[in-house]
């Protein structure tokens, strides 16, 4: 797990940190075959990081029928942070609609571990057997864990890139007043106030209409 944290840590990007998330799933969880990160987008599912085809088909079978395990923890107001399914054959009567078609899937037992820091909910991190019964005890407390350390991984890297995205709208919106000062003879105030009153009047984002001017000189 030490290794582990460093590894994250050691990422240059977003989608490094949870590619690597769920590989070191599926290496440090006893009995995990597959794993995946669900995020939702209001009732529809976007699946990240998935190590199997059956991660997709587990989230898009969710979507689908509106429930299950993975789908619930992501639903942070439910209060819950674990869920878990020991054997899809026997469990019927939480997920209804989900449970039966799951084995079809190739799935025997899974468990979902709410991605959270302190100010910020994230998602779900997904664990699956191929074997019914395969999660122990030992695999739940090694999944917290892994879904605590997970959880900061995955805050610091969309804080960095967010970051990167801020530094980058900055030297557009730079680059394009600099281009109206000198095509129409403006301060650095008034080549400013062109492009937010741009913005507003059109009801275009900023950093689009300082995007307009860099590629087509003007506004």
Not at 57 to 73: I, K, M, V, W
Not at 185 to 192: I, K, P, R, V, W
Request: charged share 20%; proline share 3%.
């Amino acid at each position: 797990m030490a290794a582990m944290a460093r590894d994250l840590l050691a990422q240059d990007s977003g989608t490094a940190t949870l590619e690597k998330i769920t590989a070191c799933a599926t290496e440090l969880v006893e009995g995990c075959d597959a794993a995946g990160i669900l995020i939702l987008h209001g009732r529809q599912v976007e699946t990240v990081a998935p190590t199997g085809q059956v991660v997709i088909d587990s989230d898009r079978l969710q979507e689908q029928l509106q429930e299950g395990p993975c789908f619930d923890a992501a639903h942070t107001h439910l209060g819950e942070r674990v869920f878990r399914i020991a054997d899809f054959t026997a469990h019927t009567q939480r997920w209804p609609a989900y449970a039966p078609p799951a084995p079809k899937l190739g799935l025997g037992s899974m468990m979902g571990f709410l991605l959270y820091t302190d100010d910020e909910d994230l998602g779900a991190l997904n664990l699956y057997s191929h074997k019914p019964g395969a999660f122990t005890q030992n695999s739940e407390t090694a999944g917290w864990l892994l879904a605590s350390h997970a959880a900061v991984a995955f805050s610091g890297a969309r804080t960095h890139a967010q970051l990167e995205q801020a530094i980058a709208t900055r030297h557009t919106i730079g680059e394009a007043m600099g281009i109206l000062m000198g095509t129409r003879h403006l301060t650095e105030q008034q080549a400013f106030d062109v492009l937010r009153r741009y913005s507003q009047e059109n009801n275009i984002k900023l950093r689009d209409v300082a995007r307009r001017v860099c590629e087509q000189g003007g506004v």
